[in-house]
């Protein structure tokens, strides 16, 4: 269950300013003190929140902080910035409504510390996401880069904001942070080339020259050592706990992630050494002939590093240092300036250089962190401006600064007092009008345009003629005179000419928080903010893009003898464009005391917050809140807060709540007037009412919480007494149980014991008795037993007496019968074997007959019967033997298993003859047809040469291949095939025997279907021709030569040329195609091949003989043909042993 808590739980003092009883200064400043003294360091007025200063970090920021506060109602917790924050943010997102913050408060009171809180908390609880996570970086880095442009180190605060800041963060529909806008005001440039003692000025010069590296100064043609520069005070040029050089490194961070390009970096650093440099230009003054001084630079080389710096001719601006040009309507007059007047024109220039880089950078950072997207966005704005300043020494500043203060002050009136009104119409509450102090009158003195300070000072600024702050405080003196809120000495108003508290010099303005004293020196001046326009327009002509920017009026085109507006004005303005702008917004304010002015976190000075808080108008501020009515509050937290105090109400009230609250109130008799019933609230006119509720409802939740304790205790009692009771039931049971157990045990034990004694006794007694019985019986059984046997030996003996009578006689007739039956068995025995050898001999005689029988039958049919089978089964085995030994398919095969019965031989010789021609005609059915031609081809060969020629074995393993030249894919016998025309079936070399000499010369021999050809082997040119049909035979020897003579038919056409005598190594082939081709002719006759060693051939008209002889074997199987005479070639063949 959520716990519901209020802010006026565990409150120290009140945390509300409203609820203060009763309500006097005194009372207001012992509730802060109080609070202050335990940490407590914000309390509310309402809405507004009073923040102290605590000067030491508090643990109240920490992460778990924000979660607690987040999303909670204002009035649920302890003060705090983030309740209020919380508040805003949540109206800005939910109900649509923008917001501002305004923090006001004096130096070092924590108005830059707020704002940054009430930012890190927004940045905390808003939106996630890359590109919301950038935007709030952005915004958030923003802070360092203008705290160190626009903050310095002051007597009242070491980080003092020297310039006012108002910033517009915008949001989009979901609360994500889209943006934001920058707004400044009147930076405090008099600073920059002054400050009062213990002060520094603005951070960044001291960053610089600490932070950066010695590069950077070299290039900024700086120095490190502070004390080298003018415009830098010495006193205080560092601060304790500050880290200048660290700084420097968190601001150009700062610049990065806030977007500044580094070039721009760059001029900025360039144009702050400028500034240090200016200030450290001298001038001399050199009397002119007219006996006036005019100044002149005195050591030129600051003036030539700054002008290098900046890119400024120097000459031009050495002479804007000792003219000043006025020009008025068409003419221009040259005055030269004294010493005096160029210090003063330096130093103008040093702070408009500074103010406007100042404004520069302002309007940088919006053009970074302004919001992209075009929708309408939400707006939060949080101002951080300064708060009333009440001085012993007051200026225009203080004037001008006050003023936006009485402005301010005026919205926050106007703004608190409407949205009292429109609550209390919301509510229907009846509107009572409210006595309060309307400044609209302090506002009117000062800004009226027609006879307000500020017009009467612009007035005499711009008149002609001698204007000095003296003429200026005349005019107010005139004019304001009547004015309730103007006080002077010199005014016509005689009640102030005693007042020796108002010096003659000075006026004095009544404001909401205070009278103010302000000197009326320097208000002319620096309403001006005068720089001379030759200076201006040195500047412009720098060649240096920002300083440009920077001073547009130095631009020729732009030359305007308009005066440009007066501080005063364009404060005014801006702080109207403020004041319009806050009030279409729903303001929140904080508003900052500063407990000391030792920035102690342990001293609260009374005097000094009791300043704060009148100036603040703080008890204006509680008193409008309280004219109506004091507090109010929802029904539903109402109820539920006092519910306690009435019966009816207590612990559950079941109607409406606001029923409730009426029951409630009735019951407690609240006077009538001290309420009135909202639409969702109720109103209490008076503190005390609800301090009354307060106290009742602390006593009723005293007396509940005894009521609690009490019943809880006795619920706790009551509890504890049953457990034990219960408990008590359980052991004593336990115990019992035991206890008869044990009891039990032992009496069992005990009988047991007593049983065994008595049992034991009677056992024994009857042991004794069965002993003795036992006895007795054993006694009588002995005597029955010695008189049995004395009666049985008796017997006995007499029995012994006659059974050895009897066996006499027995024995007697046993040897009678034995002889007897002796003799009959041999008798017997006689007979039998006599009997026996009748049946044998018949038996044997019987058998030998069986025999003699059985033996004819034998013989006439199992004899043969046996003879069969064993037979079939020899061939059986042989069958199944020679199946398992089978030799291979090979035709050449010649193994074949030996026979193994002598009777089997001719059976086993055709087997052999069957299987060698079956396997030959497995063989042949394999055969293709060129396979087939072949072996026919061979058979031819075999059938005419076989055991006939030598030659004829060696040819068997040659394929017949018939075209051994291949002639028809040969180009070198092209020609030769060409001549032929018809199919070669033979082609090769073979050799021509000369018969002259015997000798072989090479020649192609081809043969073709029809003839013979011979033609040179090398040309191929055919030779000789010859028909197949002129051939009459062939005729080759026996041996193993390839000799040939091809005998041709005689009267045939070739048989001219005579018979060819050729060898060839295929003669076998040559022959076997010859003989076939012979064979397939037309007339078929069948070629007549001759072999024999001796045979004739027909050279022409000569027959010679051709005779084959048998000549030792020599190397090379060639056979040698040699002439032996003119009738006989013999050729002489090589033994093949
Ligand atoms: N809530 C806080 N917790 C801790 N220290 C604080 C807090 N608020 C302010 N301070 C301390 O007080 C110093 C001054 O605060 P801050 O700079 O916010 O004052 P200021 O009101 O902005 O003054 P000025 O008008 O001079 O700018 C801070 O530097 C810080 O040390
Ligand atoms: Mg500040």
């Known amino acids: 269950m959520e716990v519901k808590t209020s802010l006026l739980d565990n409150m120290i003092g009140v945390g509300d300013m409203v609820l203060l009883e009763p309500l006097s200064e005194d009372s207001f400043l012992e509730n802060l003190k109080k609070r202050f003294e335990h940490n407590e360091i914000y309390t509310y007025i309402g809405s507004v929140v009073i923040s102290m200063n605590p000067y030491r970090s508090l643990p109240i920021y920490t992460p778990e902080k924000v979660e607690e506060y987040r999303n909670r109602n204002f009035y649920e917790l302890s003060p705090h910035i983030y309740a209020l924050a919380d508040e805003a943010y949540r109206s800005l997102r939910d109900q649509d409504k923008d917001q501002c913050i305004l923090i006001t408060g004096e130096s070092g009171a924590g ?198 710096l900046l890119g400024i001719e120097q000459s031009v601006l050495e002479r804007a240092f000792s003219y000043r040009t006025v020009e008025a309507k068409s003419e221009k007059v040259s005055t030269t300036l004294n010493v005096a007047q160029a210090y003063y024109a330096r130093d103008a220039l040093a702070k408009n250089l500074y103010s406007r880089l100042f404004s520069w950078l302002v309007t940088r950072i919006n053009e970074s962190i302004k919001a992209q997207a075009k929708t309408r966005h939400k707006v939060m704005g949080v101002l951080d401006i300064y708060g009333f300043e009440i001085f012993e020494d007051n200026s225009f500043e203080q004037f001008i600064i006050n003023y936006c203060n009485e402005k301010l002050q005026q919205i926050f009136i106007e703004l608190t007092l409407r949205e009292e009104q429109e609550e209390y119409i919301r509510e229907g509450i009846e509107w009572t009008n409210i006595e309060y102090f309307n400044n609209a009158v302090i506002c009117d003195l000062i800004e009226n345009n027609k006879n307000g300070i500020l017009a009467m000072l612009d007035e005499e600024c711009l008149r002609p003629g001698t204007v000095t702050d003296e003429t200026f405080l005349d005019k107010l003196n005139m004019i304001c005179a009547q004015h309730q809120h103007f006080e002077s000495r010199l005014s016509k108003n005689s009640k102030f000419l005693t007042d020796h508290s108002l010096p003659h010099n000075c006026f004095r303005i009544q404001h909401y928080a205070g009278k103010v004293l302000y000197r009326a020196e320097g208000f002319v001046d620096k309403n001006n903010d005068l720089l001379y326009r030759d200076l201006s327009q040195a500047m412009y002509k720098a060649n240096h893009g920002l300083i440009k920017q920077l001073f547009p009026e130095g631009s020729p085109a732009k030359i305007n003898l308009k005066r440009p507006p007066t501080a005063g004005y364009q404060f005014k303005a801006s702080v109207g464009t403020l004041m319009r702008n806050l009030q279409t917004k729903n303001p929140n304010y904080i508003r900052c005391i500063k407990p000391n002015d030792k920035k102690s976190s342990h001293i609260f000075t009374e005097s000094l917050v009791c300043h704060q808080v009148r100036y603040l108008g703080l008890m204006e501020n509680v008193r409008v809140r309280r004219a109506g009515y004091a507090f109010r509050q929802a029904y539903e937290p109402c109820l539920e807060r006092y519910k306690m105090l009435c019966k009816k109400t207590w612990p559950h009230w079941k109607g409406p709540a606001r029923k409730g609250v009426e029951v409630l109130m009735s019951d407690l008799k609240v006077p009538a007037e001290e309420y009135a019933y909202g639409r969702s609230k109720i109103f209490i006119r008076n503190p005390k009412t609800l301090f009354f509720l307060e106290e009742r409802r602390r006593q009723c939740l ?293 018969r002259a000499n015997g000798k072989g010369s090479p020649r192609i021999f081809l043969l073709t279907k029809k003839s013979v050809v011979l033609a040179d082997q090398k040309s191929g040119q055919v030779k000789a021709s010859v028909p197949l049909l002129d051939l009459a035979s062939v005729s080759v020897s026996t041996q193993n030569d390839g000799f040939f003579a091809l005998k041709l038919k005689e009267g045939s056409s070739s048989a001219v040329k005579g018979d060819f005598l050729l060898s060839s190594e295929r003669l076998i082939e040559i022959i076997t195609k010859l003989y076939r081709l012979s064979a397939t002719n037309a007339d078929r006759v069948p070629l007549n091949v001759d072999i024999s060693d001796e045979f004739l051939v027909q050279f022409k008209n000569d027959k010679v003989c051709v005779k084959f002889i048998q000549g030792s074997p020599r190397n090379g199987s060639g056979a040698s043909c040699k002439r032996k005479n003119n009738r006989l070639l013999e050729v002489s063949v090589p033994s093949t042993a």
């Open 702 to 994: 005293q007396d509940l919480a005894t009521l609690i304790q009490k019943i809880y205790r006795g619920w706790k009692c009551r509890r504890q007494f049953l457990l034990m009771k219960k408990s008590q039931v359980v052991v004593a049971a336990w115990y019992r149980r035991y206890a008869q157990q044990k009891k039990y045990l032992k009496i069992k034990h005990a009988t047991t014991v007593m049983q065994s004694f008595a049992r034991g006794w009677q056992a024994r007694k009857l042991l004794r008795q069965l002993k003795h019985q036992k006895r007795c019986e054993e006694a009588a059984t002995t005597i029955a037993a010695y008189w049995h046997g004395t009666q049985a030996r008796t017997e006995l003996r007499r029995l012994k007496q006659e059974v050895r009578n009897k066996r006499a006689v027995t024995v007697i007739w046993a040897f009678w019968q034995g002889t007897k039956a002796r003799r009959e068995l041999r008798q017997l025995k006689e007979a039998a074997r006599n009997k026996h050898a009748v049946s044998v001999i018949w038996a044997g005689w019987q058998g030998t007959k069986v025999r003699r029988e059985y033996r004819k039958f034998f013989r006439a049919n199992a004899g043969k019967k046996i003879y069969n089978f064993t037979v079939q089964r020899i061939i059986q085995k042989y069958f199944l033997n020679l199946k398992k030994n089978l030799p291979s398919m090979s035709p050449v095969d010649k193994s074949w298993p030996s026979r193994p019965y002598s009777f089997l031989d001719g059976v086993h010789a055709e087997l052999r003859r069957i299987f060698h021609l079956w396997r030959c005609k497995k063989y042949r059915s394999q055969f293709t047809e060129e396979k087939k031609a072949v072996y026919e081809e061979k058979l031819e060969a075999s059938t005419l040469f076989k055991d006939k020629k030598a030659l004829y074995p060696s040819s068997v393993s040659q394929s017949f291949k018939g075209d051994y030249l291949e002639i028809n894919k040969n180009p070198k016998y092209q020609k030769l095939h060409s001549a032929v025309d018809e199919k070669v079936l033979l082609a090769d070399t073979v050799s021509k025997i000369n």
């Open 111 to 308: 108005k830059t510390e707020a704002s940054k809180l009430v930012m890190s908390y927004v940045a905390a609880v808003c939106g996630k996401g890359q590109e919301v996570n950038k935007v709030k970086e952005q915004l958030l880095q923003s802070n360092p880069v203008l705290e160190a442009f626009g903050n310095a180190k002051t007597v009242r605060n070491d980080n003092s904001s020297r310039f006012g800041k108002y910033m517009d963060i915008e949001f989009d529909f979901k609360g994500d942070p889209l943006g934001g806008v920058i707004s400044n005001y009147l930076l405090e440039k008099s600073r920059v080339v002054k400050q009062p003692r213990g002060e520094r000025n603005f951070h960044i010069f001291y960053q610089l020259l600490s932070g950066a590296s010695d590069e950077t100064l070299k290039k900024l043609k700086l120095d490190r050592d502070f004390s080298k520069y003018n415009y830098l005070s010495l006193d205080s040029a560092s601060v304790s706990g500050v880290d200048d050089a660290a700084n420097f490194r968190t601001v150009r961070n700062a610049m990065q992630i806030v977007g500044f390009m580094e070039d721009e970096v760059q001029s900025v650093l360039q144009l702050v050494a400028a500034v240090l440099k200016l200030g450290n230009i001298e001038f001399k003054p050199e009397s002119r002939s007219n006996g006036l001084d005019e100044s002149r630079v005195k050591d030129k080389n600051d003036l030539k590093e700054m002008c290098e």
